[in-house]
């Protein structure tokens, strides 16, 4: 790895051309586009009701409902993010249309970073890459981390490349990792770990040192702050985090994550079958184009920096260590740092080829434009299905809150069972685990609340009722494929 980066933007270039650069449009038109297929494919179904998770991130800092219970692996970033737009409205639609808006900005931010040193019809291409994923789609109006974590990745990459010739680009590494941190501090810590490393070894790279760990350290403040008041310490929340992940170990889970990549959101027990197999052959052949990109680069060393190619790699490897190795589980969103950092040595890789292809510049550029046509519809494909499930999912919650209102249980009530938390936030209640990675309570507290405010007992179909719900009044929930369980005599 080479300890200088050369910038595509020359001191001695015409001021014509460094003015044409900089009106190049296509970063923008890529990140209008994402935002149009977000509007048109996929807030027109997710916009009326919210997630499992998101009802937790943004419970946190709503003012019309309790707190969900906010267990120790989670960062309090998206909640942060969301609390202003919550704060205003209980509207979910609103909150949609203000995170598109976030994020298609975020995009653009974020791969702008690297036009000085990549280029402008390379960076588009980049963003265009992962802008395409219909994960990366369907997470740009979700209040979850991990797209928020893969533009911080982008931006933190770019922005440390640059921090050796740019004193300002230092201050924004540090601002960059600060927010990332706060979103999802595992994910901040081994995004940090590349990075970190290539300071201490090259000399043109150490000035980055302070902004790296000050923005880490910042970042990780609040985490830490919690860690002591809610979880005993930072060796305690780091082992209930592992306990409630399913135990970090070593784990091959890369079967787990191609069975989800085209769904479903969250895959754990991970046994379902693998859908459309042929609409998979991107995401097998990514460490191909891993290494083939490596190879290049170290080949043009002489002429281009070898740090804008490997920095990227390691990075993104070092982001799906916890996800591919340490988790038994998996979802789709959970790799997307990771391919927003590949999708630029992979766009270098495919410009490098159009423009070195001479005369045969036409045919391999043909080539490359109908590969990512390709790619780019089977990702439209897979969208609609995918969003319509996941509306179909949360409505389900919103269904079983209408109903729940319905038989009298209004504010301030409390809500119990494996789905309570996306119910009880719907239905303006409190909710309490007393088993499972939400624990919150213990079933003496849990009945000395039931005896002074309206609760339900929430139970799967096919399961059976806890013991102290023996005898309470029973009501079914259609279409939400569970049952009801209230005390006879309700506060």
């Known amino acids: 790895m080479t300890a200088t980066v050369v910038r595509e933007r020359h001191p001695d270039a015409p001021a014509d051309a460094r003015r044409r650069r900089r009106r190049e449009p296509w970063l923008a ?32 800092l709503d003012p019309r409902t309790p707190a969900a219970y906010f267990s120790s692996p989670r960062s309090r970033g998206i909640s942060f993010l969301a609390a202003p737009v919550v704060a205003a409205t209980d509207s979910v639609l609103a909150l949609r249309l203000v995170l598109v808006v976030l994020a298609t900005a975020a995009l653009y931010t974020a791969f702008r970073t690297w036009r000085p040193l990549l280029g402008p019809a390379t960076t588009a291409l980049a963003a265009l890459l992962f802008a395409g994923l219909w994960s990366a789609q369907l997470a740009g109006s979700q209040a979850m981390p991990n797209l928020w974590v893969a533009f911080g990745a982008v931006a933190a990459v770019g922005w440390f490349l640059r921090a050796s010739s740019e004193p300002r680009a230092r201050w924004w590494l540090a601002a960059v990792l600060l927010a990332t941190t706060l979103v999802r501090l595992p994910d901040a810590g081994w995004l940090a770990l590349p990075l970190l490393i290539t300071a201490l070894c090259f000399r043109a790279h150490r000035r980055a040192v302070p902004f790296l760990l000050g923005g880490l350290v910042l970042g990780a403040a609040q985490w830490v702050t919690e860690a002591y008041l809610r979880f005993g310490g930072i060796t305690d929340r780091l082992r209930r985090s592992s306990t409630t992940e399913g135990g970090t170990s070593f784990h091959v889970n890369t079967a787990n994550a191609w069975h989800s990549l085209n769904g479903p959101q969250l895959c754990r027990p991970c046994h379902v079958p693998l859908t459309h197999p042929e609409l998979t052959l991107w995401w097998l052949a990514l460490p191909l184009l891993a290494a083939v990109a490596l190879l290049v680069a170290v080949h043009d060393r002489r002429t281009r920096p070898l740090a804008l190619t490997t920095l990227p790699l390691l990075c993104a490897f070092a982001l799906c260590i916890p996800y591919l190795f340490l988790l038994t589980y998996s979802a789709p969103r959970f790799l997307l740092p990771a391919y927003a950092l590949l999708s630029l040595p992979i766009a270098a890789l495919a410009t490098r080829a159009a423009v070195s292809a001479g ?31 996941v509306a179909v999912v949360s409505q389900r919650y919103r269904a079983a809150a209408h109903d729940l209102h319905s038989l009298g249980l209004l504010p301030p009530c409390l809500i119990t069972g494996p789905r309570a938390l996306p119910v009880a936030y719907d239905a303006g209640c ?54 009801a369980y209230t005390p006879r005599q309700a506060p």
């Open 29 to 60: 038109l890529v990140a209008c586009g994402y935002a149009a297929v977000q509007l048109v494919l996929v807030v027109p179904h997710t916009g009326h009701a919210l997630g499992w998770d998101e009802t937790v991130y943004v419970s946190q």
């Open 430 to 483: 409190a909710s309490a685990e007393l088993h499972g990675n939400n624990r919150s309570t213990t079933s003496g507290a849990l009945l000395d609340r039931a005896g002074r405010e309206p609760f339900a007992v929430l139970v799967p179909e096919g399961h059976r009722r806890p013991r102290y719900a023996r005898g309470w009044l029973t009501h079914q929930l259609p279409g939400t494929h569970s049952t």
């Open 359 to 389: 005369r045969g510049a036409v045919p391999v550029s043909t080539a490359i434009a109908l590969a990512v046509c390709l790619q780019l519809a089977g990702q439209a494909v897979l969208l609609p299905g995918i969003s319509t499930h």
